[in-house]
């Protein structure tokens, strides 16, 4: 029985090009349709998910992930190619986007729970099943602009978790509240997997796709790359990232000598396995392999690593060494040994870079861009965004008389000889 | 919900005369939002607000004052021996719920982008629950004129009833209009800008402050091809004047209802395909 299926399906996009904006009113207006361009978020896409079955859409931002969601969930139309769906389909995105902050829990509950397609009957029905989920009985009847933020996403979800839909569409959702509450989260959706429910997961969150899904799909540059068991195709994910990169140029154009180039960048884990998934808080280390043609003066090594976004979180540098590098010709390594992965989940793209360390324009040597990627999963030590190694000790409370001071003024006497 | 699944098809935007029926029916399933968005617009209006609910009358009532001043007291506009202030109200009274419906309609989808952008449902609700909160309005402002027409002691004739199919026009040209500039202002903020003086000329190209009566003869074919020409003149008739309605200026606006209405849901269909790609 197919739930959903994709036949050719192509979505176009007009981006718009804000060439010159201080024209003259004319001349925007003859370059109204002039100034666009064609940009393909989809090409001819097209795939079966059967029934009950939970399919995963994995990929990098912009390889038309989102673009699938907003036509599954009829948002926007495709250009060419159609979509069937048999059932109800129901779509958890960014929840409580239809709330009112003046209105009361209540009425809200009404009004999101509408505006998702339930009728007024079903509502009624499930309101206390909602507001018990949500875990808002008492604050039901008082405006959500005095909610905080996770009694918000909570009713949010709530709503959208009562929807009994055939099909059920999850964006990266899993990530809001906090972790009781996301618990009960996941908890729920595998109740309506088990129920039959059929489930397109699109998420950044490599583990949890792993977790709930049968199938991923992963998508690039708006075509299917692979289609089929979850860990060969993440894994495929994760190995694909590594060949975005390749020899790029120098930073702020400058060229690089090249005087010396990374051969290879390898990860171990703790039991020194060649390793790409590594957990926050476990052991990391990385061996990064190098030669050299001519000999090099106080140079660095670095591995740096950059978030989905592209945001630079953290570096490997030789620089921390303490003591210059001098290189002389033929191949080397550098190891960085990690105790303590600090990383958050997500996947990270690693750049190499060698460079003098007095270098003005940072790297000048070699530069491998987004050569790799790795990923950190999920673990019991994060909850947030930063991990601080710590020990966690427990002492009994100390004996009573010990802790007392005997006398007033003897512990007065104390004090000041202790000044 | 039934225990059948339906089977939906997306597909590329079409442009064909039975999107009409298609829609209608989606329509039709999504009546509870329709309602529940109503009360809500309503509710949401009132709240937080010390007069409440006298607002849909303080409305009307100031402009009827400040009209009566200008066009009875300092201009002598005719009135067809009415007491001005009652024949200002009559007409404002629709007219109002007109413009307020075109004035909130028009924003209604931009200022719902975010819901636009992340759900699905017929987008056709949140412009036309702005016209059915401005006809509770209506209905509320219509009870001052009920005590207008005590104190001045107006009587009403059978014609009065004219005011229900009257009323239905009316509504159909609000709706088709608040659809249309919905629509636009997705793509064109221009629209909303506007909006405050193409309403004031509308008004103006209207009999609302002055009667039908005063536009000389010759310009008349024209002046009634403005579509609330035909239900705000006869409005005012029927119900405050007990006269026969002008069948010319209703008929042509019944004709422009006829043709506008499914006109523009198809063109807001049509833009509403692809609206949270532009808005």
Redesign the interface.
């Known amino acids: 029985m197919v739930d959903l299926q994709l036949r050719k399906v192509s979505k176009k996009?007009?981006i718009r090009r804000d060439a010159d904006s201080n024209g003259s009113i004319l001349g925007k207006l003859l370059s109204l349709r002039k100034r666009r361009e064609d940009f393909w978020a989809l090409r001819d896409v097209s795939f079966e998910v059967q029934r009950a079955e939970a399919l995963g859409i994995i990929g990098h931002n912009g390889a038309g992930k989102s673009t699938i969601l907003?036509?599954?969930?009829?948002?926007?139309?495709?250009?060419?190619?159609?979509?069937?769906?048999?059932?109800?389909?129901s779509?958890l995105?960014?929840v409580g986007?239809?709330f009112?902050p003046?209105?009361t829990g209540r009425?809200n509950v009404?009004?999101n729970g509408?505006?998702?397609?339930?009728?007024?009957r079903?509502i009624n029905k499930k309101l206390d099943s909602i507001v018990e989920f949500a875990e808002l009985r008492q604050f039901i009847d008082t405006p959500v602009k005095r909610y905080s933020s996770g009694m918000y996403v909570r009713l949010g979800f709530s709503i959208a978790a009562h929807l009994?839909p055939?099909v059920l569409l999850l964006d990266e959702v899993l990530a809001v509240g906090d972790a009781s509450f996301q618990r009960k989260c996941i908890q729920r959706i595998t109740e309506l997997k088990k129920n039959g429910t059929t489930i397109v997961f699109i998420s950044h969150d490599l583990r949890a796709v792993q977790q709930l899904c049968d199938r991923v799909i992963l998508l690039k540059k708006g075509q299917i790359e692979a289609d089929g068991d979850p860990a060969e195709t993440i894994g495929l994910y994760q190995s694909l990232s590594g060949q975005l990169g390749g020899p790029g140029a120098g930073s702020w154009g400058r060229e690089l000598t090249g005087e010396a180039v990374v051969t290879s960048l390898t990860f171990y884990d703790e039991n020194d396995n060649e390793c790409l998934t590594f957990e926050t808080s476990k052991p990391m280390k990385a061996v990064l392999n190098y030669r050299v043609d001519k000999p090099l003066t106080d140079v660095i090594f670095e591995v740096q690593f950059y978030s989905q976004e592209g945001r630079l979180c953290s570096f490997f540098s030789s620089e921390t060494l303490g003591r210059l590098i001098d290189v002389e010709p033929g191949e080397g390594s550098i190891v960085f040994d990690c105790s303590s992965v600090g990383l958050g989940p997500g996947m990270y793209f690693i750049d190499t870079g060698i460079r003098h360390r007095l270098a003005p324009y940072g790297i000048d040597i070699d530069w491998r861009r987004r050569c790799m990627a790795v990923r950190i999963d999920y673990d019991r030590h994060l909850r947030d965004t930063f991990y601080m190694p710590y020990i966690c000790r427990h002492s009994p409370p100390p004996d009573k008389t010990e802790c007392l001071p005997q006398q007033g003024t003897k512990s007065t006497k104390t004090y000041k000889q202790l000044v | 919900?039934s225990d059948a699944?339906?089977?939906?098809?997306?597909?590329?935007?079409s442009f064909s005369p039975f999107d009409i029926v298609r829609g209608l029916r989606e329509l039709w399933q999504?009546r509870?939002?329709f309602?529940?968005?109503t009360v809500?617009r309503i509710?949401?209006r009132y709240?937080?607000s010390v007069l409440g609910l006298a607002w849909a009358i303080l409305q009307p009532l100031s402009l009827m004052l400040i009209y009566t001043v200008i066009f009875s007291v300092i201009a002598k506009v005719p009135s067809e021996g009415v007491p001005y202030s009652v024949f200002a109200y009559a007409a404002l009274l629709p007219w109002t719920f007109f413009s307020s419906s075109l004035t909130n309609a028009t924003q209604g989808l931009v200022s719902h982008s975010?819901?636009?952008?992340?759900?699905?449902?017929a987008r056709e609700i949140l412009p036309l629950t702005y016209v059915s909160a401005a006809l509770f309005d209506f209905a509320v402002a219509t009870s001052f004129l009920i005590a207008l027409f005590f104190y001045y002691g107006v009587h009403v004739t059978s014609y009065a009833l004219y005011a229900i199919p009257i009323l239905a026009l009316l509504i159909a040209l609000a709706t088709a209009c608040s659809l249309f500039l919905s629509a636009m202002q997705v793509k064109f903020r221009d629209i909303g800008v506007a909006m405050p003086l193409l309403l004031q000329l509308w008004m103006f190209s209207t009999p609302v402050v002055y009667p039908l009566s005063a536009v000389p003869q010759r310009y008349r074919g024209f002046y009634i091809l403005n579509p609330l020409v035909g239900v705000i003149e006869n409005f005012r008739r029927v119900v405050l004047q007990g006269v026969e309605p002008d069948y010319q200026s209703l008929a042509v606006s019944a004709i422009v209802a006829a043709i506008l209405l499914p006109l523009t849901y198809l063109y807001f269909k049509r833009v509403e395909?692809?609206?949270?790609?532009v808005i």
């Open positions: 996009y007009r907003k036509l599954l969930s009829r948002i926007t139309t495709p250009t060419t190619g159609d979509i069937m769906i048999n059932g109800r389909l779509a995105i960014e986007s239809g009112h003046e209105l009425e009404y009004l509408s505006i998702l397609g339930m009728t007024r079903e009994d055939d | 919900m699944r339906p089977i939906r098809f997306i597909r590329p935007v999504y509870d939002l309602l529940t968005l809500h509710k949401v709240k937080q975010q819901l636009v952008t992340k759900v699905y449902f395909a692809t609206m949270a790609d």
